[in-house]
């Protein structure tokens, strides 16, 4: 189902109609060779199967992705792209000829073996982190999530979904706490789609851009969806009491314009949250030690068991949790991981540093055992 009415954020007869969708005066200039060829400018609502729906100054239409289908599967067409359509009676079916430059793209590694990168929407500004508070917390599920929003270019919040299910306000605000602590510079909300708590706070943050919502099956993303949008553009299902999932209700990438301003876009619930080519996303996520091994003795510095650790230091003083310095680590061998099967010089550079640190471990062995001098 699509919620293809318009909403002008002026009430100025000359507004662009692709202006609800995000057009503005950037993606003009960017389309104008297309304009040209007599192309319509064109937001893409939904990806299926070669074929896509388009949200055009006309209304929505079908087209065929034939045109837009690159070997490389961080550049195929998807929801939030703006395109190149042809205009009507050109062809049938009708096509998309070309896809604007992305300002910002979501993406991750799937779960292949191959290690393929998964681009999830286009063109966002906001990422909606959903989090169920109807089963425990999981912080390093967050903190991936968190990495991939921030390597994408949007600005992340992070939503405590089914927040009448605490109804303690002290312990309510003990978990809000506990998420700030791994989302440094991210917005925290608790939110319950059942009483409205935190919908305004919510739809404040989202009334500007594009506005992707990820979360897990079960996070409540498609009844917050129906929430913003103000209609049930989403089917909703319920989820298992004994561990908060539940069947994919979205099994699409759906865009839809929100009657306060802004763009959403609902996205599947994502069973894995692998990263891809996120370093600068996990840097952001984990500043804290970033700015802690700046101040390290030595500027190659494994925070293990080095002299003048700044980073060990604070592990030693409790301002540090060492679970997060673990998911740290784990995070950046993850991403190094993913990176080195699609990078052949880096690949080469890290297995001359496993013979590296072989090595010298061997030699250190024999010298403990006296066989070296």
């Known amino acids: 189902m699509f919620h293809t009415s318009f909403h002008a954020s002026s009430s100025s007869d000359a507004q662009h109609p692709l202006a609800a969708y995000g057009w503005d005066a950037g993606w003009e200039a960017e389309f104008a060779p297309y304009a040209a060829q007599g192309l319509l400018p064109g937001r893409v609502i939904r990806v299926d199967r070669g074929q896509c729906y388009v949200a055009t100054a006309g209304g929505v239409v079908r087209a065929d992705t034939a045109f837009v289908t690159p070997h490389d599967p961080l550049r195929v067409i998807c929801t939030g792209d703006w395109a190149a359509v042809d205009p009507e009676g050109v062809s049938d079916p009708r096509y998309v000829r070309a896809c604007l430059p992305r300002r910002t793209a979501f993406a991750r590694s799937t779960s292949s073996q191959r290690s393929e990168g998964q681009i999830l929407a286009a063109n966002v500004d906001h990422a909606v982190i959903t989090v169920s508070l109807a089963v425990e917390l999981d912080l390093g599920r967050i903190e991936r999530f968190l990495a991939l929003a921030w390597e994408s270019g949007a600005q992340p919040t992070v939503v405590l979904s089914k927040a009448d299910l605490v109804p ?113 996303g996990v840097g952001q996520v ?88």
């Not at 604070?314 to 990078?343: C, F, H, M």
């Open 286 to 373: 984990f500043s804290e030690i970033e700015e802690l091994a700046a101040e390290c003795r030595f500027h190659d510095c494994a925070h293990e068991s080095e002299p003048g650790c700044a980073v060990a230091a604070a592990i030693e003083d409790g301002s540090l949790p060492v679970r997060r310095l673990e998911s740290y680590r784990k995070l950046l061998r993850e991403n190094q991981r993913i990176v080195a099967k699609t990078d052949a010089r880096l690949r080469t550079e890290i297995l001359k540093d496993w013979k590296r640190k072989g090595a010298e471990g061997r030699r250190a062995l024999a010298m403990k055992r006296g066989q070296v001098r």
């Open 168 to 280: 303690d306000p002290v312990g309510l605000s003990y978990l809000v706490e506990d998420v700030e602590t791994v989302a440094p510079g991210v917005q925290v909300v608790p939110l319950s789609s059942t009483t409205g708590e935190g919908l305004d706070v919510l739809s404040a943050v989202v009334a500007g851009g594009t506005t992707v919502l990820l979360g897990v099956s079960g996070a409540g993303k498609s009844t917050l969806a129906n929430a913003l949008v103000g209609a049930d553009v989403m089917d909703v299902q319920a989820a298992r009491d004994v561990d908060g999932k539940g069947r994919h209700t979205t099994t699409t990438r759906n865009l839809f314009v929100l009657p306060g301003g802004g763009v959403l876009i609902d996205t599947p619930g994502l069973r894995g949250v692998g990263l891809w080519d996120a370093e600068t």
